[in-house]
């Protein structure tokens, strides 16, 4: 076998030095394809137009023995390649130099923004007025390019407006520029929602603590009301508690490059803030622009002492000594270990540098190789919520509170999973058609982010044949009908059997509603939202009451956005493909999901503004149910 090595080496070399000029170009149209698909961002069209260019040169190089016909085949390919390329790599070099990018390349990122909004939102016109509305904004969003052009940054201002005219808060423009968390660069003060205002929550100098609980005014002049009316322009929002929190929190206030799209007028120095203090007198301040964390915020002191986050988001604690009450802290919806199954299981890119941070964080050791061993490791819902009824059990605890204060959403699944051991497998069959039902909206970029879902698959339980840019009504039943049994249970299972996990449990049915307590409190935010504000409508329906303050998630409006770039200026963004409904008969409670106990500003005094209010009340509550 040694002996052969040498001879397959000369092979090698004697098959590239005859066939270089094929060599070349092949490596030639592999590179270009790479270099164009990173500057239109589209790999596949790329790599069809580079390696064909390349193989057509190599074949004419390496065969074609008459020059001139070879001059005038590569003189044909230069040009066609010419032409295929020149707007999108002139365009690259205008933003990465950060130039103005030219008006017609502007012209046609609108008109592709456009056509992505209609082909793959289910419903861009609903809260416009109309498509007519909705075109006549388009042309007027065109008409207003200066024939200069416009700097990526100026364009993707010019395109809020437009894009937050549809009216859903999953639909939007990425900003395109370095958002540093520790150096927010905007107002020192945290901003929170209550009622219909915002209130400091906390500060960044301890000397500002006593403006806690003070209720916002204006900045630089500008009332809030104003203020409120800018953040509209700037992105969509399913109701005001929505555009309340895309102010206020980590939001237009907390960042400098945020801060200055929402105030142009500001010369990005100190800012005029004015307060007025729970006793009704304003606070005029002139503050210096934030660069310290969140991290790094002074809140008021706490009585309450919640579960510790430091290993895993998914935690529980009792909260007094007879074990009658359990707070269970879900903080988000994504890093739960059957999250990760059911991703492995669609073939979608695996989130590696994640699973492996909670593989460290949670076992407190290196991650394995495998990735698949990496998310064995990963806290799961299942193993924790047995855990949970099981004590709950013996201990005839009476009270879960649910803190998704925090949750921003994620996947929505272990709604499921708590459904199942709470309330039983049944339960969760027949419950099926009470939970948000929803129509998707297939489009291209919806099969390109799910690329292993199966249009065939899908036709198989559909009363038609659906084609690749159709509705899909089949978990959206006609209005007073219902799914039925056999329905709701392959819905369920479809998607219960992509989770290792909690397929092994589900099946087995061992602690399928292994135990109740008698009050099940949800404790939400305006943060709570997408599949948090699924979840918490789940257990609110079958009995749970709702504690805090209402939701930034409309129940009735859209959600679970595709991605997508836009040709020339390289701006990203997110679509929705879903539309849900929670409350077909309530209209207004779809639009602003009012808790059963609904914090009010003067709670939060009573409570002198703990940033635990919410907790506290609710401990105040359970007493009283």
């Known amino acids: 076998m040694k002996q052969n090595i040498p001879f397959q080496v000369m092979g090698i070399k004697t098959f590239l030095k005859e066939y270089r000029s094929l060599v070349f170009w092949l490596v030639w149209g592999i590179c270009m394809s790479l270099w164009g698909g990173l500057t239109v961002w589209d790999y596949q069209t790329s790599f069809a137009i580079f390696m064909g260019f390349g193989i057509y040169l190599g074949l004419v190089s390496q065969f074609v023995k008459v020059k001139w016909h070879r001059v005038v085949a590569w003189c044909l390919c230069w040009a066609v390649a010419g032409i295929a390329t020149w707007k999108p790599a002139v365009s690259f070099f205008q933003v990465t130099t950060h130039q103005k990018i030219s008006r017609r390349f502007l012209v046609e990122d609108i008109r592709q923004m456009v056509s992505i909004l209609e082909s793959t939102h289910p419903d861009p016109y609903l809260h416009g007025d109309g498509k007519i509305a909705f075109h006549r904004r388009m042309q007027n969003l065109i008409q207003t390019i200066p024939e200069d052009g416009l700097a990526k940054s100026e364009f993707y201002r010019h395109l809020c407006p437009f894009i937050a005219a549809v009216g859903d808060g999953h639909t939007a423009l990425w900003e395109p520029y370095h958002i540093d968390n520790q150096s927010p660069g905007g107002i020192p003060l945290y901003f929170r929602v209550v009622e219909d205002f915002l209130y400091v929550a906390g500060v960044i100098d301890p000397t500002h603590q006593p403006l806690i609980g003070s209720k916002l005014v204006s900045v630089e002049d500008v009332s809030v009301d104003e203020l409120f009316e800018r953040q509209s322009r700037i992105r969509g929002c399913d109701n005001e508690y929505q555009l309340m929190r895309n102010l206020g929190y980590d939001g237009s206030l907390w960042?400098?490059?945020?801060?200055?799209?929402?105030?142009?007028?500001?010369?990005?120095?100190?800012?005029?803030?004015?307060?007025?203090?729970?006793?009704?007198?304003?606070?005029?301040?002139?503050?210096?622009?934030?660069?310290?964390?969140?991290?790094?915020?002074?809140?008021?002191?706490?009585?309450?002492?919640?579960?510790?986050i430091e290993k895993?988001?998914?935690?529980?604690?009792?909260?007094?000594?007879?074990?009658?009450?359990?707070?269970?802290?879900?903080?988000?919806?994504?890093?739960?270990?059957?999250?990760?199954?059911?991703?492995?299981?669609?073939?979608?890119?695996?989130?590696?540098?994640?699973?492996?941070?909670?593989?460290?964080?949670?076992?407190?050791?290196?991650?394995?190789?495998?990735?698949?061993?990496?998310?064995?490791?990963?806290?799961?819902?299942?193993?924790?919520?047995?855990?949970?009824?099981?004590?709950?059990?013996?201990?005839?605890?009476?009270?879960?509170?649910?803190?998704?204060?925090?949750?921003?959403?994620?996947?929505?699944?272990?709604?499921t999973i708590f459904f199942y051991f709470l309330y039983g497998k049944e339960a969760l069959i027949s419950f099926h058609d009470e939970r948000s039902i929803f129509i998707k909206k297939y489009s291209s970029l919806f099969w390109r982010q799910y690329p292993a879902r199966n249009l065939d698959d899908i036709n198989k339980h559909q009363p038609i044949e659906?084609?690749?840019?159709?509705?899909?009504?089949?978990?959206?039943?006609?209005?007073?009908?219902?799914?039925?049994?056999?329905?709701?249970?392959?819905?369920?299972?479809?998607?219960?059997?992509?989770?290792?996990?909690?397929?092994?449990?589900?099946?087995?049915?061992?602690?399928?509603?292994?135990?109740?307590?008698?009050?099940?409190?949800?404790?939400?935010?305006?943060?709570?939202?997408?599949?948090?504000?699924?979840?918490?409508?789940?257990?609110?329906?079958?009995?749970?009451?709702?504690?805090?303050?209402?939701?930034?998630?409309?129940?009735?409006?859209?959600?679970?956005?595709?991605?997508?770039?836009?040709?020339?200026?390289?701006?990203?963004?997110?679509?929705?493909?879903?539309?849900?409904?929670?409350?077909?008969?309530?209209?207004?409670?779809?639009?602003?999901?009012?808790?059963?106990?609904?914090?009010?500003?003067?709670?939060?005094?009573?409570?002198?503004?703990?940033?635990?209010?919410?907790?506290?009340?609710?401990?105040?509550?359970?007493?009283?149910?």
């Open 312 to 415: 895993s988001n998914y935690v529980y604690r009792f909260m007094d000594e007879e074990k009658k009450t359990v707070l269970l802290l879900i903080e988000n919806m994504y890093t739960y270990r059957e999250s990760f199954e059911m991703e492995m299981a669609l073939d979608m890119p695996p989130r590696e540098d994640l699973a492996n941070y909670l593989y460290q964080q949670y076992n407190g050791k290196s991650p394995p190789v495998r990735y698949k061993d990496v998310v064995e490791g990963i806290p799961s819902a299942t193993e924790l919520c047995r855990e949970l009824v099981q004590v709950m059990k013996e201990n005839q605890s009476e009270n879960l509170i649910i803190d998704l204060r925090r949750n921003q959403g994620g996947n929505a699944f272990i709604s």
């Open 466 to 625: 659906l084609t690749e840019d159709d509705y899909d009504f089949s978990g959206y039943p006609e209005y007073g009908s219902d799914l039925t049994r056999e329905e709701s249970i392959r819905i369920i299972e479809d998607e219960a059997s992509k989770t290792a996990t909690f397929w092994e449990e589900y099946q087995s049915e061992e602690y399928s509603g292994y135990f109740r307590p008698k009050n099940v409190l949800i404790l939400c935010s305006p943060i709570t939202a997408s599949s948090a504000y699924a979840f918490m409508y789940d257990h609110w329906a079958v009995g749970g009451r709702v504690v805090g303050i209402p939701s930034s998630q409309a129940g009735n409006n859209f959600g679970a956005w595709v991605g997508f770039r836009l040709k020339y200026s390289g701006l990203k963004g997110g679509v929705s493909h879903l539309y849900v409904t929670h409350f077909r008969e309530d209209p207004e409670m779809g639009r602003v999901f009012r808790p059963d106990y609904e914090m009010a500003y003067d709670n939060l005094v009573a409570y002198d503004f703990d940033p635990n209010a919410e907790i506290l009340y609710t401990l105040a509550l359970v007493d009283s149910l």
């Open 255 to 308: 960042h400098k490059n945020k801060l200055e799209h929402l105030l142009p007028e500001w010369n990005g120095d100190s800012l005029d803030v004015v307060l007025m203090n729970p006793k009704g007198n304003e606070i005029e301040l002139v503050l210096h622009p934030n660069e310290i964390g969140q991290d790094k915020i002074v809140t008021a002191s706490t009585f309450v002492k919640p579960p510790s």
